[in-house]
């Protein structure tokens, strides 16, 4: 059941399996999970709200069913209407451009909700993960997958370069290029343990439901922690990915300059010399 | 033999193993397929007719004989008026050091051919991969080697630093920077598996034939697909290897707001349904 | 026995186990070789020294005793005074971030020395690998580890972000963020072998003494190549992290452009044919 | 009287002066235009509006009434409760300042929708032009003032650095560092001669009734072009001041591989030769 | 007369004023200096061909004719099978696209070309100065004009943002932004006497024959100077507009390491102490 | 008389003409205020040391005597043994390379001191001002100059291109390039009153005397503000010139999370109500 101020949401069960964590399911499983509009959008406000919301500190992203985690894009909606829709459209070519750049832009900066959200995300990745899945799993922090994982950079098998982040990211996070460009040109399937070999996913585990749990096991112990030091460890990864080495030093002197007037530490300090668990207050 | 159009060219054998595939072989068995100024200046024209070439969607390259993908430079020629030259040189040595960094910028642009070229390249490499080698397959998109393949980043051996690309685009494609020093500072040879592990390249074949049959296998795979799919895929994860991800995910917006008024997507979902291979027009 | 020149380090032990090759060890084995800030204020002197000193060419860098590579920051003594003491200060509390900037700031430049020293840096690491241990290590050009090492990214457990360098450069040096992302807001604590797959450490040696025994031997080894070439690759592989391929390549070109003036590519040349051992004069 | 679909804003009068032209004016003369909370978020939702508005090519951005463009920030509603408020924050300093960090972002995220709005911004200011002033008009794409306009980057006047975006484009919009400095760093008050000779506004008129007409006068002009045209210089500019020129150049050819499908080059050049008004389909 | 080894080019004009002084003049008078793709193709080969004479050591750059510098792209012939040319392309839109940018990049390298010269560049405009213009002059990097000259960005007036350049590098060389929307927004026609105000140009002279006078001599007295000292000034003044102060500092350095190397220095520190004009050898 | 910690420099007298304004004058008049090595390493001394000297809050920096502000670099000096020198150097010209590398960087990093200083420092130039007086005062915020100041990027006219700062500054803090190119392309002298033209300057004044006065009083104003709010506009501004406006808002939020929590604001915003001039605690 959906925790408190998440149940109006239609497409995305969020519960709470551990104290400050949440679990957001894409839950569309009769389609496989594949997305349409409403669901970008939904998932954008949902992130948005876990970014700021002091009762979460970790988020477990999963899909609901057997099946899939997503196939990805619902490419019969986004051909009616949608994206891929065609139609008799009477803007010229450079009008309808700048239609499809602004639709892309906003589809993008949805799944960048998880990117930004201010706690870390966990996904937990199962089935079917094709085309959207990886744009999605690329904004997690970490990546964990069942072994009956299938993944597939599928977007040139229907025509078109991935457009909603993943040829952006998928370089920056694993460290293996020759692979990275192999899948994202050939849309062949790799498995979970080819996931993990080369770094994509850190963790294999043997089902869906291990997978989850192993998730929510890590999603526990990360929302255990200060969240001044979590969200903060965060943040600084994601700076020194995107800067040099120079500006990240600074930034981080900078943040710390706040951060390190925390409570937090003291309580840290003293749980450690009293061996026990510290409690943070909330953020 | 030879395709048509590329049949002038003394240093390099081109030919098509399969439709829209072309394999471009360095063709100087004799001396390890080592290379000296001509082979550059020719190597640069090949990939730049390539990459406009309509009759051509992907690209194996590989070195001729048994013996080696190349040795690298062929430094007797280099030694003899090239640029390890030395010689009665008259001029200053600040005008010899421009000299010597217009050569330089020369030679590494033509090497940054395969790296521009709009299709993608896919080298197999053999037998000795030295210097050069590196530089070379640097610049390709996915790396594929036979078992007997011996790697070495070889310039500190002759007293230089790695001045062709290897030093700017290893670090970029291999996430261990660890082994990247090592290997960069020693000069040690590694092996194709010891390659594999580390994200070199991102298959080991049997032989030097299996290794060239595994790319074209590969390119023709590639081939298949949409060329305006697969080509949008090389240059936006080029651009996310050098761009932070706000300006990939823009520029990728900008670029699919014009690729996507192609027939290949309903060309690509049609046949999706009918279970046909689709057929996309040239580009 | 320090080498001359370092006998005046109070908590470092400087030797030199072969030609060109310093070696310096963290000396505090009592404390686990935990740093209390004289110790990162000595660091920085010595790296600055080892930069500029022509007699040596490379470096190795490890703990005393048997315990520990280091545990990092001596929080008892950061605690008493130090950056996280806190205490009864009486600036407003944006007057006391601006402190708090300053001593990172300043932390960090230390530790940076490393990095900054223009001859090779190996680390080879034991025991207790925590906390400052990574920042320090992630400087280094090639991290070895004993087989016993625990590793921990340990500052989240003791309420803050890690800010001396780890999280700048960590995602920029092993290609696996998804690990890069679980070790740093987990904190829990990685084998040696964890590292290696990852790609954080490229070898792993029985012991402590096999480890700084390879580490020698590959300084030793690197030692023995031009000096123009190999603190040259140093600085270009630095560069590459940081910059755009096109703006290294051009970087190369003028740096070569005055390195390729050295009598070493002659001295190496011509003992490649004589095969005899080159002499490469001081630098 | 505000333009259908822009009736229900409180703080802002949003008229049409000229086809295709909007006129948005900050709405609360009697309190010197001085914005609070809700005015901000007000400020974005219309510019968000306006930005993808096919009937608005071209925006002028005034104040209301006589006095002031805007006094800047309402800082006895900032003190109550406000960012500046302290009050008894039961919060550490730490999470306190993650509060503030997510406030000034999202403040600046309201005032940079000038910025992010497709069409171009004419800011005509008159009066008092203080603190938030200079942060609003350096979103604005050009500037015009009244004769009798007193500006001022008065933050260092109430104990801060100006944080919602002046700081940040001052020195890349004006190109006189010297002068940016002096005003940032002593908070005098300039007046529109000096701000035009330095090249912060490029015209002053004579009184305010004449800025506004001149600034209407010029989005008529701007909106008599191909909205093709403009907004893509607007977006295009805008690169620019990011980006290198090489990534710059780029990113034009692949804009313009969409944007050059225009009828719109079609209708400009016939227009040329018939020395007739061109007439371009919405966008 | 055009030089020896310039006599060659068909629209181009190229003199030597003075000695190391080239002069390259648009020679198509009858149509204003207009300019068609043979025109840009054989401009950049003449740059290329002055960047690497040593007989040159600064070129000025100006248009035959007394009515125009250039009014820019000959639409007539870009109507014609040219970039705006459309006609009845079999190809579906995606692949023109590919066209367009394949086109609008080659046209870019041509003009760019000034920029690469690694002589400075003075361009003395007159008459009229419109569209390609802009984008050619930007490259130089030294603007001189005659009282006469009519500049305008003319490209938003035929339905495109400016391509080849102005946009991307106006903002970057003119430090008035309010200004440099205005003119690109607008397309109005700006005076010399206006370019000087706001940096544009740094010299208007009374009419062309001046103009040029004027360039002629600041080409000599530059060409009177050390080329190595000349030319490097260009290159780190390039760099420093494309990189932070740092990247700039670190680049210089290494530079300077090989330019300082030069008998130059010498000879200009003896002609200072003997008040004769020095005498450098060729570059 | 230098004020109390800063006796013991040699070549510069430090004063403190107001309250929390500290002078710095070179104090070599006899010899123009010619730089030789020790001057910039007590110059850097000096600078680091006002930095965190929490009886400073602005800095004046000009010349003492009459005849100039500097003539820059003390030829002679630098011609024996120093960085011009030549003589024997038995050296490589590799590693005599590199030991200039490093000669420059740690003139570079002296003369970067005053941009690094974290207090606003205002350059009050008179008479000569060649060569490194452009370098210096490029690191100054603002820049003042009496009448008779003649410039002169002059380094051309001893071979060279200026390396310790002016050309990887000056295209940054003047917006008008051409006018940057011409100067220091040709040497030529220009006047205080160009400087003023073009925005090297912000003020001219009558005389040296008149010019220290309107720096000194310029300090004093800027010594009168909260210098939490001070230095956080210097450094944000600085910030701004290196980074994209997106990177300075993000870290503009996260400073302003720390400095927002001073006394200052409450200080500013009382003594704004009484009519009194507030006091702000020592940093």
Same sequence: chains 1, 2, 3, 4, 5, 6.
Avoid at 82 to 91: D, F, R, S, V
Avoid at 188 to 194: D, K, S
């Amino acid at each position: 059941m959906s925790i408190e101020g998440y149940t109006n949401f239609k497409w995305f069960l969020v519960t709470s399996p551990a104290e400050y964590v949440a679990h957001v399911q894409t839950n569309r499983p009769a389609k496989f999970n594949a997305y349409h509009e409403p669901m970008w959008l939904e998932l954008n406000q949902i992130f948005n709200k876990l970014s700021v919301d002091s009762n979460v500190r970790a988020v477990v992203f999963s899909g609901a069913g057997d099946k899939a985690f997503t196939t990805g894009l619902d490419v019969q909606a986004a051909s009616q209407g949608g994206i891929l829709g065609g139609g008799e459209n009477k803007l010229d070519i450079a009008r309808q451009s700048v239609q499809i750049r602004r639709h892309v832009e906003e589809f993008q900066n949805c799944i960048t909700s998880l990117e930004k959200c201010e706690k870390p995300v966990i996904a937990a990745m199962h089935g079917y993960a094709f085309g959207l899945a990886i744009d999605l799993s690329c904004c997690a922090d970490i990546r964990i997958a069942s072994k009956d994982t299938k993944f597939s950079v599928k977007e040139v098998d229907i025509g078109l370069a991935a457009d909603i982040g993943t040829l952006a990211r998928l370089p920056k996070i694993v460290g293996n290029h020759s692979w990275v460009k192999e899948v994202t040109l050939t849309a062949r399937i790799f498995t979970a343990e080819e996931a993990r070999q080369v770094g994509f996913v850190s963790h294999v585990e043997e089902n869906k439901e291990k997978a989850v749990a192993k998730a929510v096991a890590l999603a526990t112990l990360i929302a255990s922690k200060s969240p001044i030091a979590v969200q903060g460890t965060k943040e600084l990864l994601n700076h020194a990915r995107e800067n040099t080495t120079a500006a990240t030093l600074r930034y981080t002197g900078v943040w710390n300059s706040a951060a390190l007037h925390t409570d937090d530490v003291k309580a840290a300090l003293l749980s450690g010399i009293k061996k026990t668990k510290p409690t943070f207050s909330k953020l």
